[in-house]
């Protein structure tokens, strides 16, 4: 059996590292403080309600130009979906074509 090289194994390493030292410290996590404010979270709410079917790109644009804040859209919808408890079915990704004449004409043409 071939020896456990000491470059590859990080187990191997912190258990010696444990030996020689005694004791390994823990970095500590701060937490981050967040740009959302309560006052946009109840902007967002509002238009939800209002258009239940919105965009979340609209959204965005909305609040970069009411608040001047940047926000990405996948941010948003984890606001959106954990901070404000919406489900993924009152709000869209993307948009869907309000207008279905175009398709029909697909389904009519024989290919």
Do not use: C, H
């Not at 410290?25 to 309600?49: C, D, F, H």
């Not at 919808?77 to 993924?88: E, P």
């Amino acid at each position: 059996m071939a020896p456990i090289s000491r470059e590859k194994n990080k187990f191997y390493n912190l258990f010696f590292r444990y030996f020689e030292i005694g004791n390994i410290k823990r970095k500590i996590n701060k937490q981050k403080n967040s740009i959302i404010t309560n006052q946009i979270l109840e902007y967002i709410k509002k238009l939800i309600i209002k258009n239940p079917t919105v965009i979340l790109s609209k959204i965005r644009k909305k609040i970069k130009k009411k608040y001047n804040i940047t926000i990405s859209i996948s941010y948003l919808f984890y606001i959106i979906k954990y901070k404000l408890n919406y489900t993924n079915k009152r709000l869209r990704k993307k948009y869907v074509w309000k207008n279905l004449n175009f398709f029909k004409k697909w389904e009519k043409l024989d290919l």
